[in-house]
């Protein structure tokens, strides 16, 4: 997961809502989301490679997901998997801070990493990059993709003030979504220098990345409201030889037996397929 866009109020009727690119080489093998067999509480979409996810909710009204720090100086071949650090928490029942600073221990195990956490009350977050304990946020509209929180690269920046003027504006979600797929690349004045050069750091500027290899595999949209309700939709975003689809799932937390899963029909996929 390579950007991850939320707004955070506790308090009001929608107290979380995420929008969120997973970036990925397309020849890395992986499922769309859906509710695991060996984990049926948990509802993400699912790499066959390490086996963790990079985004999820479970059906008590959990929410983790996980960004890759971009530092290529330091990447350790041999390291645990960050798909398993959402994946834990979703499989818990441990308060946020419990949880992250039982991460924490561990830190030094796994490559670069931010993580972040959702109990249905409290948001938290942590990075074994910056230096800092974990801690719970306040309310408010962040951003996130392979820096620290809030680094104010151009795509966090754009992507923030987009989401904040569309709840302003009470948009549908596939507007919401619509944030998303924008794939114009940064001034280069405007690029970090993460050490992976000028043209990826071009490419990788871009809130939807598109290159022949590697670019946005799916755009999901998660929102939680007051009355216990979740919902989460998956956007398929592939090479043009494959099959675009989206997935719309409807949880109750407040009994988790009743859940749906509405699949496209051929006329949205279509449509989908043309934005």
């Known amino acids: 997961m390579c950007l991850i ?3 955070f109020d506790p308090h009001s009727e929608r107290p979380l809502t995420i929008l969120a690119n997973r970036d990925e080489f397309y020849g890395r093998n992986a499922n769309q989301a ?3 067999s060996d984990k049926p509480e948990i509802l993400a979409g699912r790499d066959l490679v390490a086996g963790g996810t990079w985004l999820g909710i ?3 009204g959990r929410f983790a997901a996980v960004t890759n720090f971009r530092e290529p100086s330091r990447f350790i071949p041999d390291a645990r998997s960050r798909g398993e650090l959402p994946t834990d928490f979703l499989s818990s ?3 946020i801070l419990e949880y992250l600073s039982r991460v924490q221990e561990h830190s030094t195990e796994y490559n670069g990493f931010n993580l972040l956490v959702y109990d249905s009350q409290e948001m938290g977050y942590y990075s074994n990059r910056s230096g800092e304990r974990p801690r719970t946020l306040e309310t408010g509209v962040y951003g996130l993709s392979n820096g620290l929180l809030d680094t104010p690269w151009p795509k966090v920046t754009k992507g923030k003030q987009a989401l904040s003027s569309a709840i302003t504006a009470g948009v549908t979600e596939e507007q919401l979504l619509d944030i998303l797929a ?3 690349v940064a001034a280069d004045a405007d690029l ?3 050490g992976v050069g000028i043209e990826k ?4 500027s871009a809130l939807c990345i598109v290159s022949p290899e590697y670019g946005t595999r799916c755009s999901t949209l998660v929102r939680f409201s ?3 309700g979740i919902s989460l939709t998956e956007k398929t975003i592939v090479p043009p030889d494959l099959a675009h689809q989206t997935i719309s799932f409807q949880v109750s937390v407040r009994d988790a037996s009743h859940w749906n899963a509405d699949h496209s029909d051929a006329d949205q996929k279509k449509a989908d397929q043309s934005t």
């Open 34 to 36: 859906g509710f695991w």
């Open 192 to 194: 970090p220098d993460t």
């Open 93 to 95: 029942s441990e308060s």
């Open 226 to 228: 007051s009355d216990g």
């Open 5 to 7: 866009l939320f707004s």
């Open 58 to 60: 479970n059906t008590s």
């Open 182 to 184: 924008d794939d114009h």
């Open 201 to 204: 750091e071009r490419m990788l």
